[in-house]
């Protein structure tokens, strides 16, 4: 029996997914969240074998909650995505993410790709690796990310630096140099652009 944690914040999407994947004999839906937080919560107490990740998502998006998920629990993690942007492949690569498929996936396929990460084996849907081949890279560092990513939730700079544990100061100098980088005038069109390009 595969136990598999679904979160994704439509709850339309989510209910469905459950539903459908519940109805696999070898697979058991353990948990079903609405947010990347409490899928680490959730992935924390019930250790899944397989944990289904939306991308897009509330406190924390789906390659951080695998990260987060992944350094303390002995599980896999699949992505799912509505926008496969190249450079969210490459975080998620880069946090040993085993699967990462767009919504458009029938069911059954979903089902061979959870059973397939659940053994071990690793799967990207082919249109979005070719896309993230040919995506530029990004020239800004993995700190200047960061704090570009915690700025789309966070509304002031005090909130960033507690949200990644720096002085206000350093999220200045880190904003005012991948602005400067992107071209840019404001810390929001900073995001948006990293965001668009999926570096973020």
């Not at 942007?85 to 880069?94: F, I, K, M, Q, S």
């Not at 350093?170 to 991948?178: E, H, Q």
Request: hydrophobic share 45%; aromatic share 4%.
């Amino acid at each position: 029996m595969i136990r598999l944690l679904i979160a994704d914040d439509e709850v339309l999407i989510r209910g469905a997914l459950e539903s459908l994947l519940g109805l696999e004999e070898d697979f058991e839906v353990v948990a079903g969240v609405d947010n990347g937080a409490q899928a680490v919560a959730a992935a924390r107490e019930l250790v899944p074998d397989v944990c289904l990740l939306d991308l897009e998502m509330p406190e924390l998006d789906g390659v951080e909650a695998a990260g987060q998920i992944l350094r303390q629990v002995p599980t896999k993690v699949i992505i799912v995505t509505r926008h496969a942007r190249p450079g969210v492949l490459r975080r998620a690569l880069n946090e040993k993410v085993s699967g990462f498929v767009p919504k458009s996936t029938p069911a059954e396929e979903l089902a061979k790709v959870i059973r397939d990460v659940a053994a071990g084996k690793r799967y990207v849907d082919p249109d979005i690796a070719a896309t993230a081949l040919g995506g530029e890279r990004s020239p800004l560092t993995d700190r200047e990310l960061d704090v570009l990513r915690a700025g789309r939730d966070a509304a002031t700079v005090q909130q960033i630096a507690e949200r990644l544990h720096l002085a206000p100061g350093t999220v200045r100098n880190y904003l005012s140099s991948a602005m400067g980088k992107l071209g840019v005038g404001t810390r929001r069109e900073a995001s948006q652009v990293a965001w668009e390009q999926g570096w973020i």
